[in-house]
């Protein structure tokens, strides 16, 4: 398998579960990153790690929690979500945040709805 | 302002019609300009990647960047049914933090 491979492709919970979405790389990259996507809206960047450190949180609400337990898989933790949080949830990778002109590719993202 | 700009569309055109999607900008310390295809329900595909001014082109994809006027365009040719998609375009000062504009969603019709 290459790529970028997200799961599930959709979800939906109710405002007080707990759920988590997966994210693996297999492309040998070091950087790895969140992005939402809302309608009309431009992607936003939520979190991002290199060399499986957190480098960066655009202040992005607790109820999302990040882990990245090595440089190939990343987690999204959701809890106590809001149906504003309803979006594509899509997972990013790059060889290396520090690097000028690094190139970003994408998995197919999964589809939250929250009810 | 924003930092990128771009027109949601939709924008319908024949089969083999020329296609042009525009994007501007407003930091002119903006190095790095991408376009990414993006299919319905699926993740953004990297499609040009261009570094600074001119032109680069690719089968029938040709990527523009004019940063005296801070402009940057994807042009197709021979447009074909399945170019059917939402086109994001990126700029990155020179790091990892790509700013996007909004979209552009092509209907190509047969």
């Known amino acids: 398998e290459t790529g970028v491979t997200q799961t599930p492709r959709h979800l939906v919970m109710g405002m007080t579960n707990k759920k988590s979405l997966k994210c693996e790389q297999h492309?040998?990259?070091?950087?790895m990153y969140w992005y939402k996507q809302s309608a009309k809206k431009p992607l936003e960047l939520m979190f991002v790690y290199n060399f499986k450190e957190q480098t960066e949180n655009n202040s992005v609400p607790s109820r999302f929690s990040p882990e990245c337990p090595n440089s190939s898989h990343l987690f999204l933790h959701l809890h106590t979500l809001q149906p504003e949080d309803s979006a594509l949830y899509l997972c990013?990778?790059?060889?290396?945040?520090?690097?000028?002109?690094?190139?970003?590719?994408f998995g197919s993202g999964t589809q939250l709805s929250v009810l | 302002q924003k930092e990128v700009e771009q027109d949601p569309g939709p924008l319908s055109v024949p089969e083999g019609a020329i296609v042009s999607l525009n994007c501007t900008y407003s930091n002119s310390a903006f190095q790095y300009f991408m376009w990414y295809r993006q299919y319905s329900r699926k993740g953004p595909e990297l499609l040009m990647y261009t570094y600074s001014s001119g032109n680069k082109e690719d089968g029938r994809f040709t990527a523009q960047v004019d940063k005296s006027s801070k402009y940057i365009s994807l042009f197709i040719r021979d447009s074909q049914p399945s170019d059917s998609a939402t086109y994001l375009c990126?700029?990155?000062?020179?790091?990892?933090?790509?700013?996007f504009g909004t979209g552009t969603r092509l209907k190509v019709l047969a």
């Open positions: 990126a700029v990155a000062p020179g790091t990892y933090k790509y700013i």
């Open positions: 990013a990778s790059s060889q290396d945040r520090l690097a000028e002109g690094e190139k970003l590719f």
């Open positions: 492309l040998g990259h070091n950087a």
